[in-house]
Protein backbone atom coordinates (compact mmCIF):
# COMPACT_ATOMS: atom_id res chain seq x y z
CA UNK A 1 0.00 0.00 0.00
CA UNK A 2 1.04 3.41 -1.11
CA UNK A 3 1.85 5.88 1.87
CA UNK A 4 -0.95 7.92 2.83
CA UNK A 5 0.63 11.15 0.96
CA UNK A 6 -0.26 9.28 -2.21
CA UNK A 7 -3.94 8.72 -1.87
CA UNK A 8 -4.49 9.49 -5.82
CA UNK A 9 -2.18 6.60 -6.66
CA UNK A 10 -3.61 4.22 -5.34
CA UNK A 11 -4.70 0.94 -7.55
CA UNK A 12 -8.43 -0.30 -7.57
CA UNK A 13 -9.51 -3.44 -8.26
CA UNK A 14 -13.76 -3.61 -8.86
CA UNK A 15 -15.25 -6.88 -8.92
CA UNK A 16 -18.48 -6.23 -10.05
CA UNK A 17 -20.93 -8.61 -12.72
CA UNK A 18 -23.42 -5.86 -13.41
CA UNK A 19 -21.05 -4.41 -16.52
CA UNK A 20 -22.79 -0.94 -16.77
CA UNK A 21 -22.02 -0.31 -13.74
CA UNK A 22 -18.58 -1.58 -13.34
CA UNK A 23 -17.68 0.76 -17.15
CA UNK A 24 -19.70 3.64 -15.14
CA UNK A 25 -17.37 3.09 -11.54
CA UNK A 26 -14.05 2.44 -13.54
CA UNK A 27 -14.65 5.89 -15.87
CA UNK A 28 -15.15 8.04 -12.56
CA UNK A 29 -12.23 6.58 -10.54
CA UNK A 30 -9.30 6.70 -13.77
CA UNK A 31 -11.44 10.37 -14.09
CA UNK A 32 -10.20 10.83 -10.62
CA UNK A 33 -6.96 9.77 -11.14
CA UNK A 34 -7.06 6.64 -9.72
CA UNK A 35 -5.25 3.00 -11.08
CA UNK A 36 -8.31 1.37 -11.11
CA UNK A 37 -9.16 -1.94 -13.34
CA UNK A 38 -12.29 -4.59 -13.09
CA UNK A 39 -13.03 -7.78 -13.02
CA UNK A 40 -16.73 -9.73 -13.42
CA UNK A 41 -16.08 -13.19 -12.08
CA UNK A 42 -14.37 -14.91 -9.20
CA UNK A 43 -11.37 -15.69 -11.80
CA UNK A 44 -10.81 -12.98 -13.19
CA UNK A 45 -11.35 -11.28 -9.96
CA UNK A 46 -8.21 -13.52 -8.63
CA UNK A 47 -6.17 -12.85 -11.56
CA UNK A 48 -6.05 -9.36 -11.27
CA UNK A 49 -5.49 -9.34 -7.53
CA UNK A 50 -2.59 -11.73 -7.62
CA UNK A 51 -1.18 -9.97 -10.53
CA UNK A 52 -1.78 -6.21 -9.29
CA UNK A 53 -2.17 -6.65 -5.14
CA UNK A 54 -4.48 -3.64 -5.25
CA UNK A 55 -4.19 -1.22 -2.49
CA UNK A 56 -8.41 -1.32 -2.41
CA UNK A 57 -10.71 -3.40 -3.49
CA UNK A 58 -15.05 -2.69 -4.02
CA UNK A 59 -16.36 -5.97 -3.76
CA UNK A 60 -19.80 -6.73 -5.47
CA UNK A 61 -21.92 -8.93 -2.45
CA UNK A 62 -23.22 -11.02 -5.49
CA UNK A 63 -20.82 -12.55 -7.89
CA UNK A 64 -23.49 -13.75 -10.84
CA UNK A 65 -25.24 -15.90 -8.01
CA UNK A 66 -22.52 -16.48 -5.71
CA UNK A 67 -21.69 -15.00 -2.43
CA UNK A 68 -18.75 -12.60 -3.09
CA UNK A 69 -18.40 -12.49 0.99
CA UNK A 70 -15.97 -15.72 -0.05
CA UNK A 71 -13.81 -13.41 -1.84
CA UNK A 72 -12.41 -11.43 1.33
CA UNK A 73 -10.30 -13.81 2.90
CA UNK A 74 -8.79 -14.69 -0.74
CA UNK A 75 -8.36 -10.90 -1.33
CA UNK A 76 -6.71 -10.96 2.44
CA UNK A 77 -4.20 -13.88 1.83
CA UNK A 78 -3.23 -12.37 -1.80
CA UNK A 79 -2.52 -8.45 0.09
CA UNK A 80 -3.07 -8.57 3.55
CA UNK A 81 -3.32 -4.68 3.67
CA UNK A 82 -6.11 -4.60 0.96
CA UNK A 83 -8.89 -2.44 1.90
CA UNK A 84 -12.61 -3.85 1.04
CA UNK A 85 -15.54 -2.14 0.39
CA UNK A 86 -18.78 -3.96 -0.13
CA UNK A 87 -21.89 -3.05 -2.03
CA UNK A 88 -25.16 -4.76 -2.59
CA UNK A 89 -28.35 -3.82 -3.66
CA UNK A 90 -29.77 -6.05 -1.10
CA UNK A 91 -27.84 -4.47 2.06
CA UNK A 92 -28.98 -6.60 5.41
CA UNK A 93 -27.44 -6.64 8.89
CA UNK A 94 -26.76 -9.88 8.75
CA UNK A 95 -24.40 -9.74 5.54
CA UNK A 96 -22.91 -6.46 7.01
CA UNK A 97 -21.95 -7.92 9.60
CA UNK A 98 -20.44 -10.89 8.61
CA UNK A 99 -18.69 -8.38 5.91
CA UNK A 100 -16.89 -6.55 8.46
CA UNK A 101 -16.69 -9.66 10.50
CA UNK A 102 -14.39 -11.43 7.35
CA UNK A 103 -12.37 -8.11 6.95
CA UNK A 104 -14.47 -5.62 5.20
CA UNK A 105 -13.43 -2.00 6.24
CA UNK A 106 -17.01 -1.03 5.15
CA UNK A 107 -20.57 -2.14 3.83
CA UNK A 108 -22.45 0.09 1.45
CA UNK A 109 -25.96 -0.12 -0.68
CA UNK A 110 -26.12 0.32 -4.06
CA UNK A 111 -26.53 2.81 -5.68
CA UNK A 112 -23.27 4.57 -4.49
CA UNK A 113 -21.56 7.71 -5.83
CA UNK A 114 -17.97 7.80 -5.94
CA UNK A 115 -17.62 10.29 -3.24
CA UNK A 116 -19.24 7.98 -0.53
CA UNK A 117 -17.39 5.31 -1.94
CA UNK A 118 -13.80 6.99 -1.48
CA UNK A 119 -14.81 8.22 1.96
CA UNK A 120 -15.49 4.28 2.94
CA UNK A 121 -12.08 3.86 2.03
CA UNK A 122 -10.74 6.90 4.00
CA UNK A 123 -10.09 9.29 1.51
CA UNK A 124 -11.17 12.78 2.97
CA UNK A 125 -12.36 14.85 0.03
CA UNK A 126 -10.75 17.94 -1.14
CA UNK A 127 -13.08 21.43 -0.30
CA UNK A 128 -14.31 21.41 -4.44
CA UNK A 129 -15.79 17.76 -4.28
CA UNK A 130 -19.22 17.22 -3.30
CA UNK A 131 -20.66 16.14 -0.30
CA UNK A 132 -23.93 13.85 -0.33
CA UNK A 133 -26.62 14.84 1.96
CA UNK A 134 -26.74 12.06 3.79
CA UNK A 135 -24.54 8.43 3.79
CA UNK A 136 -26.54 5.66 2.27
CA UNK A 137 -25.88 3.32 5.11
CA UNK A 138 -28.01 5.76 7.28
CA UNK A 139 -30.61 6.44 4.96
CA UNK A 140 -30.74 2.23 4.61
CA UNK A 141 -31.32 2.14 8.48
CA UNK A 142 -34.06 4.36 8.42
CA UNK A 143 -36.49 2.50 6.31
CA UNK A 144 -38.46 -0.20 7.98
CA UNK A 145 -37.90 -3.70 6.41
CA UNK A 146 -41.24 -5.14 5.26
CA UNK A 147 -42.35 -8.94 6.65
CA UNK A 148 -40.91 -10.56 3.22
CA UNK A 149 -37.69 -8.81 4.10
CA UNK A 150 -37.52 -10.15 7.22
CA UNK A 151 -38.40 -13.68 6.11
CA UNK A 152 -35.38 -13.64 3.64
CA UNK A 153 -32.91 -12.02 6.41
CA UNK A 154 -33.96 -15.08 8.99
CA UNK A 155 -33.27 -17.79 6.40
CA UNK A 156 -29.74 -15.95 5.17
CA UNK A 157 -29.14 -16.52 9.05
CA UNK A 158 -29.93 -20.01 9.13
CA UNK A 159 -28.69 -20.95 6.51
CA UNK A 160 -25.23 -19.31 7.17
CA UNK A 161 -25.56 -20.73 10.72
CA UNK A 162 -25.67 -24.27 9.32
CA UNK A 163 -23.13 -23.80 6.87
CA UNK A 164 -25.20 -23.74 3.57
CA UNK A 165 -26.54 -27.13 4.29
CA UNK A 166 -30.04 -26.57 2.52
CA UNK A 167 -31.32 -29.77 4.00
CA UNK A 168 -30.13 -28.89 7.64
CA UNK A 169 -31.30 -25.27 7.47
CA UNK A 170 -34.66 -26.55 6.04
CA UNK A 171 -35.26 -29.08 9.38
CA UNK A 172 -34.33 -25.76 12.07
CA UNK A 173 -36.68 -23.83 9.78
CA UNK A 174 -39.58 -26.67 10.02
CA UNK A 175 -39.59 -25.86 6.34
CA UNK A 176 -39.68 -28.64 3.30
CA UNK A 177 -36.34 -28.61 1.71
CA UNK A 178 -37.68 -28.02 -1.66
CA UNK A 179 -39.53 -24.97 -0.11
CA UNK A 180 -36.62 -23.66 1.30
CA UNK A 181 -34.80 -23.70 -2.46
CA UNK A 182 -37.34 -21.82 -4.06
CA UNK A 183 -37.71 -19.50 -1.58
CA UNK A 184 -33.46 -18.85 -1.81
CA UNK A 185 -33.34 -19.10 -5.81
CA UNK A 186 -36.37 -15.39 -5.35
CA UNK A 187 -34.40 -12.45 -5.29
CA UNK A 188 -34.21 -10.56 -2.03
CA UNK A 189 -37.51 -8.56 -1.22
CA UNK A 190 -36.07 -4.64 -1.43
CA UNK A 191 -37.26 -3.34 1.88
Known sequence: MKGSGDEMNESILIIEDD?????????????????????????????????SAPDWVVLDLNLDGASGLTLIPRLREISAEC??????GYASITTAVDAIKLGAVQYLAKPVDVDTLLRAFGHTLQADESLPEASTAAAISQVPMSVDRMEWE?????LREHKGNISSTARALNMHRRTLQRKLLKRPAKQ
Do not use: E
Open 83 to 88: RIVVLT
Open 19 to 51: DTFSATLLRALKRRGYAAQAAKSVPAALGLAQA
Open 154 to 158: HIQRV
